[in-house]
């Protein structure tokens, strides 16, 4: 079938674009999820899937629209060298969340001595078990698994890390390694507290997406992208050690940056288009939809469906002008035209959220709210909220329309 609104000259800089790109899924890559998918999921499968993707790629200097930045590639890191580098560590998770979810398993899945430490008959406790993690096997109290530990990943949410702060540091004693998955704890201390020990290394490796995500593309063969940084080195291996953790917890592919730089820049970012910005913009357009007599569905669809299901993954895929490309003349015309009134009306907002970000104003909101003993029903109760909002529902049924889908959750 035809494609008529893409040129031949844009299809054929895509294609040379996305053979060029570090992202660009390998044809090991591709074979190796049909592989996942036709063996048992956990242990065995992910070790025999990573050894068959050994691609030619490991540490470059890559071009960045004109800047060069360092890239670490996992095809530096197979299976056999991963699990020789940390086979005298214990790696203790600490707190299992999103990404102790993601990072637990996909370790425990390349065959790393890996245990968890959360609250005991907590929420995390629970999920721990139905993930297969077994109490006093390789399940833990935070205390016991810290104490074991060479290798700590403080994986509470941002404000335990605080709040459990001078409670754990005696764990982290001379030798053992700190790992972050977030700047947030060091780069806020004067808020936070977390000063580590001085006799330590301190590293970080921020999966640049939900722990979900750095599970399933796991198993998929492919692999989220994450920053790492070193905050303190104290044996001279720290960044070698961070970026080895970012592949060991399912990493493709590492950035370099700092804790200050990664931390700003994430607290911006989920605040803005990822997630605030989003919500914000869709419920706008969606309004004035409804203000303007159109129906719910026609309301959704004009936003959020073909948003999500059509434009925004040809963005993903190929880049804004492909996607462009991809619709008729006249939505170009208006696009183009619109794009710098939104720019516009959106810059001083986002200005507005990075000095909030910067002066501390997001980190002290978020240690205020989430220490709550009742974070999770306070957030549920927000995140509820958006879920019985008219657009929303009207999406539930949207989705469940979907060939192939039988309810409305994604
Ligand atoms: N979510 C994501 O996808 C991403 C998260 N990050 C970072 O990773 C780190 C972990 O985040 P995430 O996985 O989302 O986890 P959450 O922020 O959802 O935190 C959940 C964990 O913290 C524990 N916890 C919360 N309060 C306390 C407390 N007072 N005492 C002891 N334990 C507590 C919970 O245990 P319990 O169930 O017992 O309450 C649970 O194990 C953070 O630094 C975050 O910024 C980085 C990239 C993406
Ligand atoms: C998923 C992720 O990267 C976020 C949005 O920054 C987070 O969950 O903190
Ligand atoms: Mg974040
Ligand atoms: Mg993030």
Redesign the pocket.
């Known amino acids: 079938m035809s494609f008529p609104v893409v040129s031949r000259n844009a299809l054929r800089s895509a294609v040379r674009a996305s053979s060029r790109s570090a992202v660009a899924p390998a044809p090991a890559a591709r074979s190796l999820s049909m592989l996942a998918k036709a063996v048992t999921p956990r242990a065995a499968t992910a070790p025999v899937a990573r050894l068959a993707v050994q691609q030619q790629r490991g540490l470059k200097t890559l071009d960045f629209a004109g800047t060069k930045e360092k890239v670490y590639e996992r095809a530096d890191w197979p299976l056999e060298k991963l699990q020789d580098y940390f086979k005298n560590d214990t790696i203790a998770l600490l707190?299992?969340?999103?990404?102790?979810h993601g990072q637990g398993l996909n370790l425990r899945d390349n065959g790393l001595n890996v245990i968890v430490g959360?609250?005991k008959d907590?929420?995390?406790?629970k999920e721990a078990i139905q993930d297969g993690w077994v109490p006093g096997k390789n399940l833990f109290t935070?205390e016991e698994a810290a104490e074991k530990g060479t290798i700590c990943m403080y994986?509470?949410?941002?404000?335990?890390?605080s709040?459990?702060w001078e409670h754990l540091k005696p764990y982290f004693t001379k030798g053992k390694t700190l790992y972050?998955?977030?700047g947030?704890s060091v780069v806020y201390k004067d808020q936070t507290k977390v000063i580590p020990p001085s006799d330590i290394d301190v590293i970080l490796c921020?999966?640049k997406?939900?722990?979900r995500t750095v599970r399933t593309q796991f198993l998929k063969g492919t692999g989220i992208n994450s920053s790492v940084a070193v905050h303190q080195d104290v044996t001279g291996k720290a960044l070698e050690k961070s970026v080895a953790l970012g592949i060991a917890v399912g990493s493709g592919y590492l950035y370099e940056t700092t804790f200050e730089k990664e931390v700003y820049s994430d607290l911006y970012g989920e605040r803005g288009c990822l997630m605030g910005g989003i919500q914000g913009m869709f419920k706008a357009q969606y309004d004035v939809l409804r203000a303007n007599g159109h129906s719910p569905s026609e309301a959704f669809n004009e936003t959020c469906e073909e948003a999500l299901m059509s434009l925004f993954p040809l963005v993903g895929e190929h880049g804004m002008d492909y996607m462009y490309k991809a619709c008729s003349t006249t939505a170009r015309r208006g696009a183009l035209d619109w794009a710098p009134e939104f720019e516009k009306a959106c810059k001083p907002v986002f200005e507005r959220l990075y000095a909030s970000v910067r002066d501390g104003s997001e980190t002290r909101r978020t240690l205020e709210f989430a220490s709550r003993p009742t974070?999770r029903e306070d957030y549920d109760k927000e995140t509820d909220a958006i879920a019985a909002q008219e657009m929303w529902r009207a999406g539930h049924t949207v989705r469940a329309l979907r060939p192939g889908r039988d309810g409305g959750k994604l």
């Open positions: 707190g299992y969340g999103s990404q102790g959360v609250r907590g929420h995390s406790w935070i994986l509470l949410s941002d404000a335990a890390q709040e459990q972050f998955s977030h947030f921020a999966p997406g939900s722990g974070y």
